[in-house]
């Protein structure tokens, strides 16, 4: 192969690689595997993508850079035919609550292009057929499905004036704020009067008047505007706006919210609900699955719908390609699990005409069973031979097997690793030395693990007529003081039983006398910046603080690098962002305090002969030593249970890879002392092996058994077989998802499973 056939990196060194070189061939499935904290997403995200984002940022305008996402320089010597670089990760993709699978996909306006001309009757243009346009949402959601109702007593202070402080609870509405401005300077009001005194006629305006232009307004009024109730100006500009979910922490204490009885849930108007193709309005097709509206749209005959079903043929069969048939199409995006945003943006892709791009995958098997992994492989070929490079960070067996060329990154995480540990196909790697290559030819648990030999429960609870979402009345029992996995196709109803379990348990007491707590351990998003940490996230910057303090007699507000402790050049950010006006902004390691975002005064005081920024820099294994026998212990060594004990107590958040992310939440939930204690739990958790490589599996296997040895009850959702092996018991929902899932397949001992002839999962079990 010709040298331009190769992407070159010469000389990486961002995080925690080591001066990595390698020639990445071009038109190939490349996959990136290790254990969790290697490096891989360092080298394709960080390095390789960042860099063809920076440079083609390059390329635009100054005055058109300022608009456009900042990308650092990587620390990387030479990059060498770098094409231009997509990111499929499992971000959910942006957009709000008017951000649906059909929007996103484009699928939308394909489907409003179609009422539009074929519809019957005629109601209007495209246009007319978006909820996010005047004439086609819901006068009384505003195209959202969903109605808010506001408490107004929740809102206002009926005991205060306009003159007092805080009256109406909501930003800007104070006193001296832009909205406060609107009813102070309207000349409507008596602004030392109670509200409460207010004459009807008075109330009636200040609450409900709709926007009128006033007769006689003061000179402090402005010349343009017009006077608005407080009400209908909380739903036209907050509520019912994309300001309402930014800032819904405050908003929704005071709102009563349920589906919109106007629309019920559908978003459109009565018009645009009366136009039809088939006896089906648009609303109806978005309430459909994929999978239904697939074969809706194959059923329409209209030689101006010829062009259009093509199009949508292509876009909605991409999804079904890949797993996502059981998906409404009116879905919101921010509702989605990872793993199914990751595969809504390949489907997207799959059809596009671009070629000779590079995509840079990340986890793209997260929340896919065995089954599903087969279409996903298809359409991951489908991507490469369109002539395209695929590089993907993946721990899947099966996605490994399929690569045409493997990066196998070590030996270990964090400082231990950053290396490459091997370069080849896939039989190389399974006659190689390194971790990946003894796990997947054969020393992992899947290949000795009896499936026999289980633990017994001490009891049972009964789940009656589960019928949540797609649950098809289900009964079955869950046992207590063993491990079990909860398994099945994505959307076949897993996470929806737990639900149901989980609401059920609480509201009836359900439980049996021995177990005490239920706690859930789910997927949502770990808020994470720049200053954020693993000594943040766990909360033991404070105690930490806090001996400092004591023990040198000072403000412990000394040793915050976001309070007085912080570099005076820098302010703690350890860095020195120099600006450039419309160009990218260049960051540099500050000189004052090198990097480690304190002030010389801080830096003076001592704990135990180190100063505050070397106890920081510590890695959690060292910071276990060191701080034993502190209250905090526990939060350490949870995090060192789950494998992370190589993190660095500063290390930034926005550094970790998404198996990292995932195992410090679970640390969070999985204080030591609490699961060794004698009240024993139940613990429910959602996929925790996502982005683990096979060999932090099995250590997290360890831990997970034992917590079950010492009592407690373990229900796993779950996708990995090398899991299911080693669970007590097995509960398979299925067969498919969405409407197609749903049922009971199976219940018993994995061994079992053998005779369960409904099952999908028992094929790649034994």
Known sequence: MAETSYIVVTGATENNLKNVSLRIPKGKITVFTGVSGSGKSSLCLDTIAAESRRELNETFPSFVQQYLPKYGRPHVANIENLPVTIVIDQKKPSGGARSTVATYTDIFSLLRLLFSRVGSPFVGYSDTFSFNHPSGSCPRCSGLGEIRELDIHKLVDFDKSLNDEDTIHYIAFGKGGWRWIRYAYSGLFDLDKKIKDYSPEELDLFLNSPQIRLKNPPKNWPKSAKYEGLIPRMYRSIINSEEGLLHASVLNPMLTMGVCPDCNGTRLNERVRSCKINGLSLADLTDMSINDALRFVGGIDHPLAKDIKQELTKRLQALIDIGLGYLTLGRGTSTLSGGEAGRIKIAKYINSALTDMVYVLDEPSAGLHSQ???????????????????????????????????????????????????????????????????????????????????????????????????????????????????????????????????????????????????????????????????????????????????????????????????????????????????MESIETVCELCHGSRYNDEALSYRYKGKTIAEVMEMSVDEALSFFAGEPFEGSLASLSEVGLGYLHLNQSMSTLSGGELQRVKLADNLQEGLWKSDENCIYIIDEPTDGLHLDDIQRLMRLFNRMTDAGNTLILIEHSIDVMRQADYLIELGPGGGEDGGRLLYAGTPSGIVNASESVTRQFLL
Not at 545 to 563: D, I, M, P, Y
């Open 372 to 582: 599903d992994i087969r279409r996903l492989k298809e359409s991951l070929q489908r991507l490469r031979d369109h002539g395209n490079t695929l590089l993907i960070v993946e721990h899947h067996r099966e996605i490994i097997s399929m690569a045409d060329h493997i990066v196998d990154m070590g030996p270990g995480a964090g400082s231990n690793g950053g290396n490459i540990m091997f370069e080849g196909g896939y039989e190389a790697l399974l006659h190689s030395d390194t971790v990946t290559g003894r796990m997947l030819r054969g020393t992992a648990v899947s290949s000795t693990t009896d499936l026999s030999v289980c633990r017994k429960p001490t009891g049972w609870i009964q789940i009656q007529d589960a019928d949540l979402h797609n649950l098809k009345n289900i009964s079955v029992d869950i046992p207590t003081g063993v491990l079990t996995v909860i398994a099945g196709v994505a959307g076949s109803g897993k996470s929806s039983l737990m639900e149901y379990f989980i609401s059920s348990v609480r509201s009836s007491g359900n439980i049996t006398s021995q177990l005490k707590n239920i706690f859930f351990i789910g997927q949502k998003d770990i808020g994470i910046n720049m200053r954020s940490t693993p000594a943040t996230y766990l909360e033991i910057s404070d105690p930490i603080r806090s001996l400092f303090a004591k023990a040198n007699r000072v403000s412990q507000q000394l040793f915050s690098f976001n309070s007085k402790g912080a570099c005076p050049a820098c302010k703690g950010k350890g860095v020195i962002v120099s600006d450039m006006a419309f």
